[in-house]
């Protein structure tokens, strides 16, 4: 029996990675070794680890090493701790291959670990690029460590074998975010109403920006309180803001919507929503705003309207139903009329067709066995 090592970092991650999680844990020939670390763990992040649990998957192993704070020092130090955790768990588990998605930094001293201990890669959306965040290095750099990779797009394995100077192993799979679609029973609009105490009759949006961490923390914070002011002129709008993530600057952004929308009851914070909930709220929103992947990936599936502000996804593929905007609130004014011009906006299935994360395990399964090299 094989053992594949499958690593989450955050909300994010785990909510793309889920079902090959899912697909290994109830494949008697593969033995699942799930650890759990970064955002997870935090209580600011709001434990997002026990929404694995009620998932139904054991954890293996939890490593928490994210410090409090999110200076640059502090993520340094972060990644430091990371490669003395992982040093442990590498050397215990004795993983086949480990799984690992994205451009998280702490992928970064993961990979660095599992050369090491010579144990393969195998990693889901290498090639992208977003231009407004440090994450097209970090990307890159787990790209050139890992063995078996997962582009979502043809423009990515394009860009991989650019980077890699070869095509070896390079299987264009889909964005595994579309797979939750085929997966999961949404929960209906009058589920949501009640456990969120949202207004029915209302309509939603949905509000989550990330720190661009190439520009100043100040210009991030003018964003986010242009989004407030300019949401907060539309009474007809019950708007949920989900937290940033725990890049530099996140706690910043985090502590000023909390902050701003204290008095307002027409906002409502929740740090995470688990994957469920997010995903079905995702589907009955009137419209996404932020800077978000999941705005990119998944709202053209479902044909909603995603505003998404300045240049941290800038690189992707952008569908019709994106609507591209500076963060200034001239911009969002003219997003908004747009949007509300337009009753409906095309689907559109670029970014997959929901059988990405049953291709991904059955290629590494081919890997393990010897049938691809």
Same mark, same amino acid.
């Given at each position: 029996m094989y053992k594949i090592n499958v690593i989450t970092t955050s909300r994010a991650d785990y909510g793309l990675i889920r079902w090959c999680i899912d697909i290994i844990n109830n494949d008697p020939d593969l033995e699942l070794q799930l650890v759990v670390t970064g955002s997870h763990l935090s209580n600011e992040y709001g434990y997002t680890y026990k929404d694995i649990v009620t998932d139904g998957y054991d954890i293996t192993q939890k490593v928490d090493f994210l410090l409090s704070s999110d200076s640059r020092a502090s993520i340094v130090k972060s990644i430091g701790l990371c *490669? %003395?955790? /992982?040093?442990?768990? /590498?050397?215990? #588990? =004795?993983? $086949? %291959?480990?799984?690992?998605l994205g451009d998280r930094y702490e992928l970064i001293p993961i990979s660095i670990a599992c050369q090491i201990f010579n144990i393969p890669i195998a990693h889901i959306s290498g090639g992208d690029t977003t231009e407004g965040a440090i994450d097209d290095n970090i990307r890159d750099a787990v790209s050139v460590l890992s063995t078996l990779h997962f582009p979502g797009t043809e423009e990515s394995g394009n860009r991989l074998k650019h980077l890699l100077k070869n095509n070896n192993n390079i299987y264009v799979v889909g964005e595994t975010g579309i797979d939750n679609y085929k997966y999961l029973s949404l929960k209906s609009r009058k589920e949501l109403s009640r456990k969120y105490n949202l207004d029915i009759s209302k309509e939603w949006v949905i509000a989550t920006y990330h720190p661009e961490t190439k520009i100043p923390i100040e210009k991030n914070l003018e964003r986010v309180e242009? %989004?407030?002011? %300019? #949401?907060? !002129?539309h009474p007809d709008f019950e708007v949920i803001i !989900?937290?940033?993530?725990? $890049?530099?600057?996140? +706690?910043?952004?985090? *502590? #000023?919507?909390?902050?701003? !929308? =204290?008095k307002s009851q027409q906002f409502q914070i929740i740090p995470s929503l688990g994957q469920l909930d997010y995903l079905s709220v995702l589907k009955e929103v009137k419209f996404v705003i932020g800077n978000s992947s999941s705005g990119i990936v998944e709202t053209p599936f479902l044909g909603v309207p995603c505003i998404n502000i300045g240049n941290r996804q800038k690189g992707r593929h952008l569908c =019709? +139903?994106?609507?591209? *905007? $500076?963060g200034s609130i001239l911009s969002l004014c003219e997003c908004i009329d747009i949007i509300n011009k337009n009753n409906s906006f095309v689907k559109d299935d670029y970014y997959g067709d929901g059988t990405s994360s049953m291709k991904i395990v059955n290629i590494i399964k081919n890997y393990l066995y010897g049938k691809i090299e």
């Amino acid at each position: 029996m094989y053992k594949i090592n499958v690593i989450t970092t955050s909300r994010a991650d785990y909510g793309l990675i889920r079902w090959c999680i899912d697909i290994i844990n109830n494949d008697p020939d593969l033995e699942l070794q799930l650890v759990v670390t970064g955002s997870h763990l935090s209580n600011e992040y709001g434990y997002t680890y026990k929404d694995i649990v009620t998932d139904g998957y054991d954890i293996t192993q939890k490593v928490d090493f994210l410090l409090s704070s999110d200076s640059r020092a502090s993520i340094v130090k972060s990644i430091g701790l990371c *490669s %003395i955790s /992982f040093s442990y768990i /590498f050397e215990n #588990l =004795k993983p $086949d %291959i480990v799984l690992i998605l994205g451009d998280r930094y702490e992928l970064i001293p993961i990979s660095i670990a599992c050369q090491i201990f010579n144990i393969p890669i195998a990693h889901i959306s290498g090639g992208d690029t977003t231009e407004g965040a440090i994450d097209d290095n970090i990307r890159d750099a787990v790209s050139v460590l890992s063995t078996l990779h997962f582009p979502g797009t043809e423009e990515s394995g394009n860009r991989l074998k650019h980077l890699l100077k070869n095509n070896n192993n390079i299987y264009v799979v889909g964005e595994t975010g579309i797979d939750n679609y085929k997966y999961l029973s949404l929960k209906s609009r009058k589920e949501l109403s009640r456990k969120y105490n949202l207004d029915i009759s209302k309509e939603w949006v949905i509000a989550t920006y990330h720190p661009e961490t190439k520009i100043p923390i100040e210009k991030n914070l003018e964003r986010v309180e242009n %989004i407030f002011n %300019i #949401l907060n !002129t539309h009474p007809d709008f019950e708007v949920i803001i !989900t937290f940033s993530n725990a $890049d530099y600057g996140g +706690n910043q952004i985090n *502590s #000023l919507w909390q902050r701003i !929308t =204290k008095k307002s009851q027409q906002f409502q914070i929740i740090p995470s929503l688990g994957q469920l909930d997010y995903l079905s709220v995702l589907k009955e929103v009137k419209f996404v705003i932020g800077n978000s992947s999941s705005g990119i990936v998944e709202t053209p599936f479902l044909g909603v309207p995603c505003i998404n502000i300045g240049n941290r996804q800038k690189g992707r593929h952008l569908c =019709k +139903n994106i609507l591209s *905007s $500076d963060g200034s609130i001239l911009s969002l004014c003219e997003c908004i009329d747009i949007i509300n011009k337009n009753n409906s906006f095309v689907k559109d299935d670029y970014y997959g067709d929901g059988t990405s994360s049953m291709k991904i395990v059955n290629i590494i399964k081919n890997y393990l066995y010897g049938k691809i090299e």
